[in-house]
């Protein structure tokens, strides 16, 4: 199988952070008989899909996935402490993995979430190290989301310093989204669309036009709100009070991954935001991940060459030419 895909969107976790973040809200996550658990919650995936990095590039050989983008699972996100140092050992050894891995890797960090000087100092100095290409952020923390606060502060040093961003849901439990696997199932997709919704109506996507930042998971429900975000843009002054362009202009100026499984849904998605801008994604190695990414673009009709451009220009890196040919 030629291997000519970029896939933005996977995740990895060293099983020696696998505690998580002091303040967790999720608990740590452990091997046991080799499959992996959050809490005494099972993820229903192998513990090596997570934490081996042969695991990973045999997963991309099988899916002719040329370069990948590894981020921390979002539960690794430090929405409740300062976490330095838990921050600063994954990102070294994310680092560690990217340089060693011929081109195939390429790496999003993490960054604090308490304080936006040292998440500047941060992101200032993943750009210096020149070996990641970005960083991973949370829609949505502490009641906020883009448009305010630490997550506006850091889209601002991201932008400066000319790092991309992925922004992925937490997956944050509701007493109303208990059971059914709701939190997943409507959680993600209402994350994902409340980020969007505010760095569009909030300025943000006006304020950093060379923003390169990525929402995931299709771009959740926004792309079946946009026309009525655009309706109460026109309808109401305090709707379009922090922004000066139309909703569904701007929504072309973020990047938007494939991970919507369903193909009316990405034909959808890529109406609103143009070829130009749709990413290959997996959520590798989660159960609600693609698990066959040829079979799902060659279905969609979608654009290869498209694809690894796209890919290219958002993460800022070539792909290596003994894989994409």
Not at 39 to 63: F, K, V, Y
Not at 92 to 102: F, G, I, M, T, Y
Not at 108 to 116: E, F, G, S, T, Y
Not at 129 to 149: E, F, H, N, Q
Request: hydrophobic content about 45%; aromatic content about 6%.
């Amino acid at each position: 199988m030629s291997a000519d895909l970029v896939d933005v969107h996977a995740h990895w976790l060293p099983a020696d952070l696998f505690g998580l973040p002091p303040g967790s809200p999720f608990g740590a996550m452990r091997d046991q008989d080799g499959e992996l658990f959050l809490g005494n919650l099972p993820l229903s995936i192998r513990t090596e899909a997570m934490s081996d990095i042969s695991a990973i590039i045999a997963d991309m050989n099988a899916n002719g996935i040329a370069l990948r983008a590894l981020s921390p699972p979002p539960f690794a996100f430090a929405v409740n402490s300062p976490a330095e140092d838990y921050i600063n050992s994954y990102n070294a050894s994310l680092s560690k993995v990217v340089a060693e891995s011929s081109g195939r890797l390429s790496g999003l960090a993490l960054v604090q979430l308490d304080d936006a000087g040292a998440a500047d100092h941060q992101v200032a100095d993943i750009a210096a190290a020149g070996i990641l290409a970005g960083i991973a952020i949370p829609p949505v923390l502490r009641g906020t989301s883009l448009d305010t606060g630490v997550l506006r502060s850091v889209l601002r040093s991201a932008a400066k310093h000319q790092l991309a961003v992925l922004v992925h849901p937490m997956q944050l439990p509701r007493p109303e989204w208990s059971s059914h696997y709701l939190a997943n199932l409507i959680g993600n997709p209402v994350e994902t669309a409340t980020a969007v919704a505010s760095s569009i109506l909030g300025g943000v996507l006006e304020e950093l036009p060379n923003l390169r930042i990525c929402f995931v998971h299709g771009g959740g429900c926004a792309p079946a709100l946009l026309g009525r975000w655009a309706h109460a843009w026109q309808a109401r002054a305090d709707v379009r009070a922090h922004s000066s362009r139309n909703p569904r202009e701007l929504f072309r100026a973020a990047y938007i991954d494939t991970v919507t499984h369903d193909a009316q849904a990405l034909d959808l998605l890529q109406s609103h935001a143009g070829e130009n801008r749709i990413l290959c994604g997996t959520d590798y190695p989660f159960d609600m991940a693609e698990t066959s990414l040829p079979s799902f673009v060659n279905t969609c009709g979608l654009d290869r060459a498209a694809l690894l451009r796209n890919g290219k220009a958002f993460l800022g890196a070539d792909v290596p030419a003994a894989v994409a040919r």
